[in-house]
């Protein structure tokens, strides 16, 4: 996995917060795949599922 942006957080929130990234490079001869890495204040984090797209 590659690192390829970053998005800052809204910080603690007890409702939904929208976040948006646009990959720049434009690879139209195959599909790419994405993950996001949440991490939290204490150093730790999760991934998301792997969404592929074409």
Partial sequence: ???IG???GH???N???DYSFIDQEKVA???RSY???QLD???SFHY???VSVN
Wanted: charge should be positive; avoid cysteine; hydrophobic fraction near 25%.
């Fill in 11 to 13: 910080g603690n929130s």
């Fill in 41 to 43: 204040f204490d150093g």
């Fill in 35 to 37: 993950r996001l890495k």
């Fill in 29 to 31: 001869e195959r599909s």
């Fill in 1 to 3: 996995w590659e690192k």
């Fill in 6 to 8: 970053f998005v800052q």
């Fill in 15 to 17: 409702s939904p917060k």
């Fill in 48 to 50: 998301s599922d792997v």
